[in-house]
């Protein structure tokens, strides 16, 4: 496992980060950061999304691991990881869009939700998959799914909230991608959510 990888994994969530301008996307990050949420996806539903990419690398680089999701195609690959992005995700599979990412050695996480899509990942050359969306399949999904597949790696995306996440952790998630339960609310509230959520993971490292 390579090191953004051994990162995601062991950091165990992933802030997802939507918003209506670069100013905010820049803020909620910072507000992630803050409350110990260091690993960043900015979507591409964000405007000039690989602008903020590139605005957050320059001024957070040595703070958080940056990646960008809602990648549909290799052309937007390609503009994320020039702009620094150090991960990629996607809702689906784009074997375009994952050839290029092994071109450049970049982590591609695309998203699946049946055994076949998740095979198609494998065989492609992806070693970790997003369970999107996750809120209509469950936790024991991983599990279900892991059974014929217990090589799989699972990063389930989509309902994930405080009341769940551990959940979703035991089940056999190696990490967690957060969206609108991480950020409800204003700057302070989103990263008093962080803080919340790093203590829950945390409290259940300790716990084992």
Known sequence: MDAILQRITETKIIGVIRAETPEEALEISEACYEGGVDIIEITYSVPHASDVINEIDKKMSDKILLGAGTVLDSETAKNAIEAGAKFIVAPTFSKSACFLCNRYKIDYIPGIMTPNEALLAIEN????????????????????????????????????????????????????????????????????????????????????
């Open 125 to 208: 050359g992806c070693r970790v998959v997003k369970l999107f969306p996750a809120k209509f399949l469950g936790p024991s999904y991983i599990k279900a799914l892991k059974g014929p597949m217990p090589q799989i790696d699972i990063i389930p995306t989509g309902g994930i909230n405080k009341e769940n996440v551990i959940e979703w952790i035991n089940a056999g998630a190696i990490a967690v991608g957060v969206g609108s339960a991480l950020l409800k609310g204003d700057k302070e509230q989103v990263t008093k959510n962080a803080l919340e959520f790093t203590e829950l993971i945390e409290n259940r490292k300790i716990d084992r």
